[in-house]
């Protein structure tokens, strides 16, 4: 199954909520990554967080890291339309193949 | 500008004919990657490249061939193998394998009847 999986498979809040997406992994990893993409376009890359962090912010964006638990989430602040877009999560796994895994992602909707 | 791009952005074949998806990157990164996304669904990855004249198969290679010959350009081609080869094709490279973020390209969406 995938590294990463990605929760709530979709997500639809108002705009000017605050959004939060989960990702699960189950091996070891020495960074985790966001993506975001938005309908019928390539990912864009938004944040890297390293094994040994914790928590990392990006303008309205704010991810956190608990390798005990082998989670991540990403919370975006102050919704806006804009934010409308499909959001996954990459792992690179310590062990095997050097390469990216991707999620399944979490859609997300935000409404005006 | 620096950045990737795929070509074309809409593909359409016939059953059992080859095809060749473009993807050309100015970032001089040295890894490029193809993925497949299928609707609703994540990133599986095809074959990727760490260096010119080497590349690796991913997980779903079957049906799916490559080439590295440049630096700047990795070419799939779907074959008449691939039994289901209608989805939305991703390239994306990144300076080395591990640890940095890739770049996507804004992909090609090939449909095969």
């Known amino acids: 199954s995938q590294q990463g999986e990605e929760d709530p498979q979709a997500l639809s809040i108002q705009e000017g909520e605050n959004a939060t997406m989960n990702c699960s992994y189950k091996?070891?990893?020495?960074?985790l990554q966001w993506y975001r993409q938005n309908s019928g376009r390539g990912l864009v890359h938004l944040i890297l967080i390293r094994s040994n962090e914790r928590e990392k912010h990006s303008g309205r964006l704010r991810v956190t890291l608990d390798t005990s638990k082998k989670s991540s989430s990403l919370l975006i602040t102050a919704s806006r339309a804009a934010d409308t877009a499909s959001y996954f999560c990459?792992?690179?796994?310590?062990?095997?193949?050097?390469?990216?895994?991707f999620g399944q992602g979490t859609r997300l909707t935000i409404n005006p | 500008d620096g950045g990737i791009t795929q070509s074309p952005k809409y593909l359409f074949r016939k059953e059992g004919q080859n095809v060749t998806l473009s993807c050309e990157q100015n970032?001089?990164?040295?890894?490029m990657y193809w993925y497949r996304q299928d609707p609703g669904q994540g990133l599986r990855l095809i074959y990727y490249?760490?260096?010119?004249?080497?590349?690796q198969k991913g997980d779903i290679a079957e049906g799916y061939s490559v080439s590295r010959e440049k630096k700047e350009s990795f070419p799939l081609t779907v074959t008449s193998a691939q039994k289901n080869p209608t989805a939305f094709y991703l390239c994306?490279?990144?300076?080395?394998?591990?640890?940095?973020?890739?770049?996507f390209g804004p992909g090609t969406r090939l449909t095969v009847t």
């Open positions: 091996t070891s990893i020495n960074n």
């Open positions: 994306a490279s990144s300076p080395g394998l591990r640890s940095y973020e890739q770049y």
């Open positions: 490249s760490q260096i010119v004249n080497d590349f």
């Open positions: 970032l001089n990164h040295d890894a």
């Open positions: 990459a792992t690179d796994p310590v062990q095997g193949a050097q390469k990216l895994v």
